[in-house]
């Protein structure tokens, strides 16, 4: 019985902890806002216990901080953090591309295409919502490709935590036709096997999304 009520409570701390993550990170708590066990708790429907385990998980993650004897207070994501993750991204999904160069199916290369045909297809629509969803499909399949579950948990977590950024910089001007005209030219160096081009576009990409977002942070938009 206790192991089944032990279950019921992670599974419920995972819920509550993804509903608060997802709530920082798409700017609905701001930096610096307190979460309120009891206001929480009361809001999602759970017991106050589920929302204590997940505010200790997100203060791991570096997303809120608890000061004691005032409470516990969001964090988000800074630019310096922003320029930490592209700095480590561009090593690691490199590597991620080189991987999967080495290991794609025929079968994985089919469907990489048909996600890039789409990406094609949204962006002539300018269809931000639908490019933002294949746009981290495009990446995390690369990631089930290379066969590597650390870079696909590591990378799936940057991805998240980049939300709000990645949509600025998709909105603007220009970039979602290059972000996408960048995705074919990786597709096609992988589905090749050609590992190093692979490698090398992959930096290049991921080195014009980080400097697009730098551009939008300092314009201030």
Same mark, same amino acid.
């Given at each position: 019985m206790k192991s089944i009520l032990d279950k019921n409570v992670h599974s419920l701390t995972e819920r509550v902890f993804s509903e608060i993550e997802q709530a920082i990170l798409s700017g609905i708590y701001s930096v610096g806002d307190q979460l309120v066990e009891s206001k929480i708790s009361l809001e999602l429907g759970v017991s106050r216990?589920?929302?204590r385990e997940a505010l200790k998980q997100l203060e791991l993650e570096g997303l809120v901080t608890t000061i004691p004897n005032k409470g516990t $207070?969001?964090? =988000?994501v800074s630019t310096e953090d922003i320029l930490d993750i592209y700095t480590i991204r561009v090593a690691v999904e490199g590597i991620s591309?080189? %991987? #999967? #160069?080495?290991r794609i199916t025929d079968?994985? #290369?089919?469907? %990489?295409?048909? &996600?890039v045909e789409l990406q094609e297809f949204y962006a002539s629509k300018g269809d931000i919502f639908q490019l933002l969803q294949l746009d981290t499909k495009f990446h995390e399949i690369i990631y089930e490709i290379s066969g590597s579950?650390?870079?696909?948990?590591? %990378? #799936?977590? $940057?991805?998240?935590q980049l939300k709000r950024a990645r949509?600025?910089? &998709? &909105?603007?001007? =220009?970039?979602?036709i290059t972000a996408v005209k960048e995705h074919r030219d990786i597709y096609e160096a992988i589905a090749s096997k050609d590992a190093n081009k692979a490698k090398e576009l992959t930096e290049l990409h991921i080195t014009n999304a980080r400097d697009n977002i730098l551009l939008i942070l300092k314009s201030g938009k």
């Amino acid at each position: 019985m206790k192991s089944i009520l032990d279950k019921n409570v992670h599974s419920l701390t995972e819920r509550v902890f993804s509903e608060i993550e997802q709530a920082i990170l798409s700017g609905i708590y701001s930096v610096g806002d307190q979460l309120v066990e009891s206001k929480i708790s009361l809001e999602l429907g759970v017991s106050r216990t589920p929302v204590r385990e997940a505010l200790k998980q997100l203060e791991l993650e570096g997303l809120v901080t608890t000061i004691p004897n005032k409470g516990t $207070f969001v964090v =988000g994501v800074s630019t310096e953090d922003i320029l930490d993750i592209y700095t480590i991204r561009v090593a690691v999904e490199g590597i991620s591309s080189k %991987l #999967a #160069a080495e290991r794609i199916t025929d079968s994985d #290369a089919k469907e %990489l295409e048909t &996600l890039v045909e789409l990406q094609e297809f949204y962006a002539s629509k300018g269809d931000i919502f639908q490019l933002l969803q294949l746009d981290t499909k495009f990446h995390e399949i690369i990631y089930e490709i290379s066969g590597s579950r650390i870079l696909k948990h590591t %990378l #799936a977590s $940057f991805h998240n935590q980049l939300k709000r950024a990645r949509e600025s910089s &998709l &909105l603007t001007t =220009g970039r979602t036709i290059t972000a996408v005209k960048e995705h074919r030219d990786i597709y096609e160096a992988i589905a090749s096997k050609d590992a190093n081009k692979a490698k090398e576009l992959t930096e290049l990409h991921i080195t014009n999304a980080r400097d697009n977002i730098l551009l939008i942070l300092k314009s201030g938009k």
